[in-house]
C-alpha cells in the first residue's frame, strides 16, 4: 500500500509580483478601517469591508483598461532592436508602443475592446467580508466603465434569438475560490473579445505523447490562430487535465503569466509543472510561420507558455490559448496591511526608441514608404488605384469610411433579404469593422480600433453580388469565400493593425458620426472620416490573399 500524501495540482510558491498600496490599512489613509482584525477566540481574522472589495475592482480596471506590465513593453522594445525582425515586424511594434504612450495618459483606452471583466480570486478561511463579495467587486468594475472612456461590450439575452446591450460591462465573470491563510488574492483580467476566441480545446489521446506527434500536432494548432486577435502573442498550451474545464482555466491563467511560479519538473503525486524545454520548442515553430506580427515577419508570439497536468487514462484534454497585444491582467491582494494592485508602467514612454524612423527600418535598411489613398474619389476610382498595389503593400488613408460590424451586418441583410434596397453607403464608401469605445470630451473620437474581419465573412458574397463592400477594412486574415468573392466582383480587403486603438482614435480620426442603427449603440452603423490611417493590402481583385503562404495545404 501506499501512503497517503497531500499533493496540491497547483503549489503555491512565493509571489515576487511588485506590488502598489493604494490603502495604507487599518487606520491608516483616506480608507481607514475598509480593513480590520478582529478577533474570535484564539484565532485572528481579517475583516473586509464591501467598500474595499469595489475600490479594489474599480481602480484595478482603471489600471488594466490603460497601462502594461513593463515585461511586456520590454518585449515590444526588444523587436525594434532586433536584426532580423521584419520591418512589419518593427512598424507594429513601434505602433503597439505608441498605442501604450497615449493610453497610459488614461483618457483613452489601450484598445476599443475593452474587454468582459473577470475576477479570478483566492478568498481565505480567516478572511470575512460584510456583504456579497461579487456584488462589491461588480459595483467597483461598473463604476470604473461608467466613469471612464470604456466600451459597453456584454449583451444580455432577451430570447433564444434576441439580446440588448446591458449599458454597463456587466455581468462580469467572477471566479472566488477557498484558500487557507488571512488574505485575499486577486486577479484581474479585460478579456477582448478577439483574443477569448482564440481559446480551443482539443481531445486528445496518449498517442499525442511522443515527440513526433507533439510537434506535428502543436505545429497545425498554431497555423489555425491566424492574426485575427492581435500578434505578437502570450500564447499558452496544457497538456492533460482532470477535466475540459480544468485544462481550459490553467491555459487563462497561463496566457496570464499566473502560472509562471510553478516547478519546472513533474512528480510522481501529479502536480502540474512547467515544461521549459517546451516552451522554447513552441516559440521557435510559431516564429517558423513566418506570419509575424500581424504582417510578415518573425514575432507571431512574444513567449509562450506550457504547462503539463495529470490526465486520466483514457483521456488527454489540451488547449491552446493567448493574450494578445492588450495583455491587459493585474494581481491585487488584500491583506492586514491594506489594500494593493500590481504595479503596471506608468511611464512607457521611455520603452519608445530615440530614433524612431531607424527602429522600423532597422538593419534592413530604409522602411518601405506607404502609399497615399485618397478615400474622397468614386468607388470605381479607389479601386483602379487598389488595382495597382500588390498584396503586403502598406497604405495610408484619409477620407470617409463607413463602420459596421456584426450586428449592423444581420440587420442589413435582413432587410435586403426582405425586399429593401443595399443602403447607398455600402455601395459609396469602404466598410471599417469596428465598434468605438467612448468619445473623451474635447476629441473627436474615443479608442478605435479595428475588430475581427472574419466575423463578417458569410456577408461578403451577398454585398458584394449587389455591389457593397467591395472595399473592407478590418484585422485578421479572411476565409477562402472572401477572397473568391473579391476575384469575382473586383473588390479588395485593406488590413489594419490590431491593437493600436488608442492611437487610432487620437490620431488619424478626424470625425464620427452615427448613420444608420442608433438604437445599436457601438454596434451602430457610423460615418468617419480618417487621416493617414495605416493599413496593408491584404486581398486584391485578382483572387492574390496575403495570408495564403501562411495557411496550412
Known amino acids: 500500500?501506499?501512503?497517503?500524501a497531500f499533493q496540491p495540482l497547483f503549489e503555491k510558491m512565493k509571489d515576487h509580483t511588485l506590488y502598489r498600496k493604494i490603502d495604507g490599512g487599518p487606520g491608516v489613509g483616506d480608507s481607514a478601517n475598509l480593513v480590520t482584525v478582529e478577533k474570535v477566540g484564539a484565532r485572528e481574522?481579517?475583516?473586509v469591508k464591501p467598500e474595499a472589495l469595489t475600490r479594489l475592482a474599480a481602480e484595478a480596471f482603471d489600471d488594466v483598461s490603460h497601462l502594461l506590465r513593463a515585461s511586456h513593453l520590454h518585449g515590444l522594445s526588444e523587436i525594434l532592436k532586433d536584426p532580423n525582425a521584419s520591418d512589419n515586424d518593427r512598424f507594429v511594434a513601434l505602433e503597439l508602443l505608441r498605442n501604450a504612450v497615449i493610453s497610459a495618459e488614461r483618457v483613452f483606452p489601450s484598445c476599443q475592446d475593452t474587454g468582459t471583466p473577470i475576477v479570478y480570486a483566492k478568498r481565505g478561511d480567516r478572511v470575512l467580508v460584510e456583504g456579497d463579495d461579487e456584488d462589491a467587486l461588480s459595483r467597483g468594475i461598473f463604476e470604473t466603465y461608467q466613469k471612464k472612456n470604456l466600451r459597453y461590450?456584454?449583451?444580455?439575452?432577451?430570447?433564444m434569438y434576441d439580446e440588448k446591450n446591458t449599458g454597463t460591462n456587466l455581468p462580469a465573470q467572477v471566479d472566488i475560490l477557498a484558500s487557507k491563510g488571512d488574505s485575499y488574492e486577486f486577479l484581474f483580467i479585460a478579456k477582448g473579445g478577439g483574443s477569448a476566441n482564440k481559446t480551443y480545446?482539443?481531445?486528445?489521446t496518449k498517442s499525442l505523447l511522443n515527440p513526433a506527434s507533439m510537434e506535428t500536432f502543436v505545429r497545425e494548432a498554431i497555423s489555425t490562430l491566424g492574426t485575427a486577435a492581435c500578434p505578437p502573442y502570450h500564447l499558452a498550451f496544457v497538456i492533460g487535465g482532470t477535466s475540459a474545464e480544468t485544462v481550459t482555466k490553467t491555459v487563462k491563467l497561463a496566457s496570464c503569466h499566473y502560472l509562471d511560479h510553478l516547478p519546472t519538473s513533474g512528480n510522481a503525486s501529479g502536480r502540474a509543472w512547467r515544461d521549459l524545454e517546451m516552451e522554447k520548442n513552441i516559440e521557435k515553430w510559431a516564429r517558423e510561420t513566418g506570419i509575424g506580427a500581424q504582417f510578415g515577419g518573425k514575432y507571431f508570439v512574444h513567449?509562450?507558455?506550457?504547462i503539463r497536468l495529470p490526465r486520466h487514462g483514457a483521456s488527454c484534454p489540451v488547449a491552446m490559448g493567448v493574450s494578445c497585444s492588450a495583455d491587459r491582467q493585474m494581481k491585487g491582494k488584500i491583506t492586514r496591511e491594506g489594500l494593493f494592485l500590481e504595479q503596471l508602467e506608468e511611464n512607457p514612454a521611455h520603452f519608445l526608441p530615440g530614433d524612431v524612423k531607424g527602429a522600423v527600418a532597422g538593419a534592413g535598411g530604409a522602411a518601405t514608404e506607404a502609399v497615399r489613398v485618397d478615400l474622397n474619389r468614386p468607388m470605381e476610382e479607389l479601386r483602379a488605384t487598389l488595382a495597382q498595389l500588390p498584396v503586403s503593400?502598406?497604405?495610408?488613408?484619409?477620407?470617409?469610411?463607413?463602420?459596421?460590424?456584426?450586428?449592423a451586418h444581420a440587420k442589413i441583410a435582413e432587410r435586403v433579404r426582405g425586399g429593401g434596397a443595399m443602403p447607398d453607403y455600402m455601395k459609396k464608401f469602404p466598410v471599417y469593422y469596428a465598434g468605438p469605445a467612448k468619445t473623451p470630451e474635447g476629441h473627436a473620437s474615443g479608442s478605435f480600433g479595428p475588430t475581427t474581419s472574419e466575423r463578417m465573412d458569410p456577408y461578403v458574397p451577398e454585398f458584394q453580388a449587389l455591389g457593397a463592400s467591395l472595399v473592407m477594412l478590418g484585422k485578421g486574415n479572411r476565409?477562402?469565400?472572401?477572397?473568391?468573392?473579391?476575384?469575382?466582383?473586383?473588390g479588395f480587403y485593406l488590413g489594419s493593425i490590431g491593437g493600436p486603438a488608442a492611437r487610432l482614435g487620437r490620431d488619424c480620426i478626424?470625425?464620427?458620426?452615427?448613420?444608420?442603427?442608433?438604437?445599436?449603440?457601438?454596434?451602430?452603423?457610423?460615418?468617419?472620416?480618417?487621416?493617414?490611417f495605416p493599413a496593408f493590402v491584404i486581398v486584391d481583385d485578382k483572387g492574390n490573399d496575403f495570408f495564403a503562404k501562411y495557411k496550412k495545404s
Open 201 to 204: 480545446l482539443y481531445q486528445k
Open 45 to 47: 481574522f481579517l475583516v
Open 479 to 490: 476565409t477562402p469565400q472572401v477572397t473568391a468573392s473579391c476575384k469575382a466582383h473586383g
Open 303 to 306: 513567449d509562450v507558455r506550457v
Open 510 to 532: 478626424r470625425s464620427v458620426n452615427v448613420l444608420d442603427f442608433p438604437e445599436l449603440g457601438m454596434e451602430a452603423v457610423w460615418k468617419i472620416e480618417v487621416e493617414d
Open 393 to 407: 503593400t502598406r497604405v495610408m488613408l484619409s477620407g470617409p469610411l463607413i463602420v459596421a460590424r456584426d450586428i
Open 1 to 4: 500500500m501506499v501512503d497517503y
Open 153 to 159: 461590450s456584454q449583451l444580455a439575452p432577451l430570447s
